[in-house]
């Protein structure tokens, strides 16, 4: 089956832009996973939805970014006012279940944004 | 900030040695994953360790877990070219629904 999918798949974007990351997980899966890899570093977590809910934002660097999952599903990582420190690979994950232990997180490709 | 540290940084070994990657970490967990990521390429989970396990094989690969050290590693035999990746240890904190990753290993396979 198909699995997490992102787009675009690359980025280059003018620091002072408005970017819009697309993130498609496995279908049927609860929760969706925003993470963000800078150059030659470990990813590291932005937020958490459980279904259309955002959980768990704390990860997000600043109030420029915000991520949205209006119907559970499709989920959008919006960053306004681009600055070149944005510039990582953002990565988007889905499991199957919501709380209640441990579920095997699947990873997209990644979208990987060039800030100038 | 990360929860892990790695070591090496960087390994670079010939086709057919094993490999040895090491990963440290800070707060308890519920479990330890290690994956791979190719360059250009999205994560892979190659494979998962329980609190309450020491050691777990998955073909090539043999990881351990010491929680009494907080730290585990990854040994993969006999390596081949496709093994080049950076390697990424994980952790899935107690309370938490994320994981940790730490900075990585570069693993590079000379043929």
């Known amino acids: 089956g198909a699995g997490v999918s992102q787009s675009p798949r690359y980025k280059v974007a003018k620091r002072g832009q408005d970017v819009a990351l697309r993130c498609d997980p496995i279908?049927?899966?609860?929760?969706l996973f925003w993470y963000q890899q800078a150059l030659g570093q470990g990813p590291e977590f932005l937020t958490y939805f459980q279904n259309e809910a955002q959980l768990d934002k704390s990860g997000l660097p600043s109030d420029r970014f915000f991520a949205e999952r209006p119907e559970g599903s499709v989920s959008t990582l919006k960053i306004q006012r681009t600055q070149q420190e944005d510039s990582a690979v953002y990565l988007c994950?889905?499991?199957?279940w919501g709380r209640g232990g441990y579920n095997e997180q699947f990873f997209g490709p990644g979208t990987r944004l060039t800030v100038l | 900030s990360q929860q892990g540290e790695e070591d090496p940084q960087a390994l670079s070994i010939q086709e057919g040695e094993n490999a040895t990657m090491n990963c440290s970490y800070k707060?308890?967990?519920?479990?330890l994953q290690w994956y791979r990521q190719n360059s250009g390429r999205g994560l892979v989970h190659l494979i998962l360790i329980r609190s309450n396990e020491r050691e777990k094989h998955s073909g090539r690969l043999r990881v351990t877990l010491d929680t009494s050290k907080k730290s585990s590693s990854l040994l993969i035999t006999a390596s081949r070219a496709a093994d080049t990746a950076s390697y990424f240890c994980?952790?899935?904190?107690?309370?938490?629904?994320?994981?940790?990753f730490g900075q990585g290993t570069r693993l590079t396979i000379n043929p």
């Open positions: 707060t308890s967990i519920n479990n």
């Open positions: 994950a889905s499991s199957l």
């Open positions: 994980a952790t899935y904190l107690q309370g938490a629904q994320k994981l940790v």
């Open positions: 279908s049927g899966h609860v929760s």
